[in-house]
Structure formats: C-alpha cells, structure tokens
C-alpha cells in the first residue's frame, strides 16, 4: 500500500450539495477499491492563479489516502470523465512528505481547538 494525496478543484458554479456529492463520490470509489482514507480537508473557494475555462476561482478540496498503485489509472480517469473537476493533481507520499503531512494535520487540529 502506497500513500498518496490527491487535491482537486471544483467548479465554483456548483452548489453545496453539488460539491459534497462530489466529494463524496470520489471518496466512495476510493473505499470501493481497497483504499484507507487517512484524512480530508475543505479548503474552500479559492483564487486561482490563472483562469481554467474561464473561472478565475474553485473549490479546493484534498484527499490523503493509502491504496495498492493499481487503483490510480482508473481514479484519474474518473476526474478526468467530471465535468465538475476543472483539475486535479495526484503525488506518491515519501516517508519525509508523510510525516509533515502528519505535522501539518497535528498542527491544524491545535488551531482550530
């Protein structure tokens, strides 16, 4: 089992239950196909550098996840059929890039309480 994150970006023209149905529809062929979420994160609407088919903002949202490799053609190519995903970018965590992942979740957890 590799670990891996995944952030995407939403249409920001998509309703709140658009945008949970989304998620929540990525999430679920991750679990489907053997993964183990480890955490997700909201980033909200966001600016974005450059305009991507002409929106100038998105809904961020990021995945953490440990799944066999096997698993990310066929997850990419779900993102890539969404007319609701403008992008998305998924990376191999190193044991370096797993353990500030774990930092920065600790971290967030502290401030927010």
Do not use: C
């Not at 096997?70 to 990419?76: A, D, H, K, R, V």
């Not at 059929?81 to 797993?98: G, P, S, W, Y």
């Amino acid at each position: 089992m590799n670990h891996y994150e995944t952030v995407f970006i939403l249409n920001p023209v998509l309703s709140d239950s658009q945008i949970e149905e989304t998620v929540k529809k990525f999430e679920d062929f991750l679990i489907k196909n053997g993964a183990k979420m480890v955490a997700k994160e909201n980033w909200g609407l966001k600016k974005l550098a450059y305009a991507i088919q002409h929106k100038k903002s998105g809904f961020y949202h990021l995945f953490e996840f440990t799944a066999p490799g096997e698993i990310l053609t066929p997850y990419e190519q779900e993102f890539s059929r969404d007319e609701r995903i403008m992008r998305f970018l998924t990376v191999k965590l190193d044991k370096h890039a797993v353990a500030w992942a774990e930092k920065r979740r600790t971290r967030l957890k502290t401030a927010k309480a």
